[in-house]
């Protein structure tokens, strides 16, 4: 089996990838952020949606995630504003209304990106 430079083998890395587009064509909150769930409390949406990012990103978790965490997380903000200015009928991005400290502070949206710093092998 052929190596890659760092050591992985390439069936591997193909395997990651074909995951990664399979999760990007099917990102987590998409389905939880449709339109059928306007009708449900922010909190608990968030908590749903906090416990898919958080499984994905365990299962995720191995190599260099930082750039996939961070691409994750602006999906996750964008669509978690675009269920709160549906749910509430408001125009425009929601960035006034839904700014991230809002998003992140009030309701508990969890970041992936910050998980990085607590991983075992970041901290050599």
């Given at each position: 089996?052929?190596?890659?430079?760092?050591?992985?083998?390439?069936?591997?890395?193909?395997?990651?990838?074909?995951?990664?587009?399979?999760?990007?064509?099917?990102?987590?909150?998409?389905?939880?952020?449709?339109?059928?769930?306007?009708?449900?409390?922010?909190?608990?949406?968030?908590?749903?949606?906090?416990?898919?990012?958080?499984?994905?990103?365990?299962?995720?978790?191995?190599?260099?995630?930082?750039?996939?965490?961070r691409a994750v997380d602006q999906h996750a903000r964008g669509r978690l504003r675009w269920w709160l200015r549906k749910k509430h009928k408001q125009p425009g991005q929601g960035t006034a209304r839904f700014p991230d400290a809002h998003l992140y502070d009030v309701l508990g949206l969890q970041r992936l990106s910050v998980r990085t710093r607590n991983l075992r092998w970041a901290n050599a």
């Open positions: 089996m052929f190596h890659g430079p760092r050591g992985s083998s390439m069936a591997e890395k193909r395997r990651g990838r074909e995951q990664w587009r399979e999760l990007v064509g099917g990102w987590p909150c998409s389905g939880l952020t449709s339109r059928r769930w306007l009708l449900l409390d922010p909190q608990e949406r968030v908590g749903r949606l906090n416990r898919t990012l958080i499984g994905w990103a365990n299962y995720f978790s191995l190599g260099p995630v930082s750039s996939a965490y």
